[in-house]
T-cell receptor
């Protein structure tokens, strides 16, 4: 089925370094959502992007939606230990009355 | 304002048994979805319930069934358990009216099949 591909699968960074995860789709997306899952926790909604070329910021997090609406990225500036976890992008297959398709996630590991 | 609550939090079953997992959606939400998350993987959509009916289903066999009650709570049933059913089962709720499609997840039920 239609999937979203996330890279990298794992990312080790030193605390204070920046981090970026990328999400790619072979088809045009109506929107893209990002979730964060802490170790042992459950996914928590971060943001939804809808418009082509959209950029949204949440403190140290910057989310982008590509011009062609086929890719998205999440960038974290100056990582902190609280950023540890897995970041998932997710898309809806159809018109809303359906389930989210999640990527496999990028596991962020921070070394103090 | 209670979020999504799931029970039980952990359970252990043996192959061939049946299991029922329960979910109460966030206050004000009317739509419940269930996801299966294997270790190290992203959640996979099982099905969604709205107005007590299954509205959409992912690529899961008929051994997986569900129900939604008039108070919007939901159950997930899995029959004839297989070792591969071991996973974290996540319930997520949303409010369909107004086109809201942001999911609020519960803490999950971790199922181990021996």
């Amino acid at each position: 089925g239609q999937q979203v591909m996330q890279i990298p699968q794992y990312q080790h960074v030193q605390e204070g370094e920046d981090f970026t995860t990328y999400c790619n789709s072979s088809t045009t997306l109506s929107n893209i959502q990002w979730y964060k899952q802490r170790p042992g926790g459950h996914p928590v909604f971060l943001i939804q992007l809808v418009k082509s070329g959209e950029v949204k910021k949440q403190k140290r997090l910057t989310f982008q939606f590509g011009e062609a609406k086929k890719n998205s990225s999440l960038h974290i500036t100056a990582t902190q230990t609280t950023d540890v976890g897995t970041y998932f992008c997710a898309k809806y297959s159809g018109g809303g009355a359906d389930g989210l398709t999640f990527g496999k996630g990028t596991h962020l590991i921070i070394q103090p | 304002d209670a979020g999504v609550t799931q029970s039980p939090t952990h359970l252990i079953k043996t192959r061939g048994q049946q299991v029922t997992l329960r979910c109460s959606p966030k206050s004000g939400h009317d739509t419940v979805s269930w996801y299966q998350q294997a270790l190290g993987q992203g959640p996979q959509f099982i099905f969604q319930y709205y107005e007590e009916e299954e509205r959409q289903r992912g690529n899961f066999p008929d051994r997986f069934s569900g129900h939604q009650f008039p108070n919007y709570s939901s159950e997930l049933n899995v029959n004839a358990l297989l070792l591969g059913d071991s996973a974290l089962y996540l319930c997520a709720s949303t409010r369909t009216a107004g086109g809201a499609n942001v999911l609020t997840f519960g803490a999950g039920s971790r199922l181990t099949v021996l």
